[in-house]
């Protein structure tokens, strides 16, 4: 049975960073790409980062730069390291094993003053 378990949400001030992570289970976690999306109140999820096997990783712009997404395989966990956050970065925070139907419950992110 394939479970994702989020962690690491909570209330921060703009300009303030949290880090995420999802643990894996269930699945050949090296050999899977993952991705994080977030939904904001009223919004459609949306994607925020992928990195793949090796490594490599991709970013919707409205987080490059800020947001660094990473992955430790021997600990079958990745992990969202969110940099100079902005209100707008407000959401419940997914992460899923890309190309499945498999993700996690969501950890609320909330940036406020």
């Known amino acids: 049975q394939v479970q994702l378990v989020e962690s690491g949400g909570g209330l921060v001030q703009p300009g303030g960073s949290l880090r995420l992570s999802c643990a894996a289970s269930?699945?050949?976690?090296?050999?899977?790409?993952m991705a994080w999306f977030r939904q904001a109140p009223g919004k459609e999820r949306e994607f925020v980062a992928r990195?793949?096997?090796?490594?490599?990783?991709l970013y919707a712009n409205s987080v490059k730069g800020r947001f660094t997404i990473s992955r430790d395989n021997a600990k079958n966990t990745v992990y969202l390291q969110m940099n100079s956050l902005k209100p707008e970065d407000t959401a419940v925070y997914y992460c899923t094993v890309v190309g499945t139907a498999y993700w996690g419950q969501g950890t609320q992110v909330t940036v406020s003053s």
């Open positions: 269930g699945i050949i976690f090296s050999a899977n790409v």
């Open positions: 990195i793949w096997s090796g490594g490599s990783t």
